[in-house]
């Protein structure tokens, strides 16, 4: 199974950047599917924004123009580039990546087997 790793996480500014990374072990990265999930404090976790293996991507409304995401299959990591972040982006930021993503599942968290330990994105207003 593929294990995730997060990085890139911190405190901003509100109206500031942050590129998250998310480095993916083994050798078949380029037929997963890649997802980040954040939750806040208090909150259920939510899809936030997804790639599919074949580049097609998802995302929530809250983050339509302001985040995007990439991946390089040549180093086996996604990421999630992050701009005018306001303070409800607050939250504990997961990567997901699963195999086996469909259009209709790619926005589900019980749809994805592997996930990182979360990287946390504190935005200050």
């Known amino acids: 199974q593929v294990q995730l790793v997060e990085s890139g996480g911190g405190l901003v500014q509100a109206g500031g950047s942050l590129r998250l990374s998310c480095a993916a072990s083994g050798r078949t990265f380029s037929r997963y599917a890649m997802a980040w999930f954040r939750q806040a404090p208090g909150k259920e976790r939510e899809f936030v924004i997804a790639i599919s293996r074949y580049g097609s991507i998802y995302h929530a409304d809250s983050v339509k123009g302001r985040f995007t995401i990439s991946r390089d299959n040549a180093k086996n990591t996604a990421y999630l580039q992050m701009n005018s972040l306001k303070p409800e982006d607050t939250a504990v930021y997961y990567c997901?990546?699963?195999?086996?993503?469909?259009?209709?599942?790619?926005?589900?968290?019980?749809?994805?087997?592997?996930w990182g330990q979360g990287t946390q994105v504190t935005v200050s207003s």
């Open positions: 997901a990546a699963d195999g086996g993503i469909v259009p209709s599942t790619i926005a589900k968290s019980a749809a994805y087997d592997a």
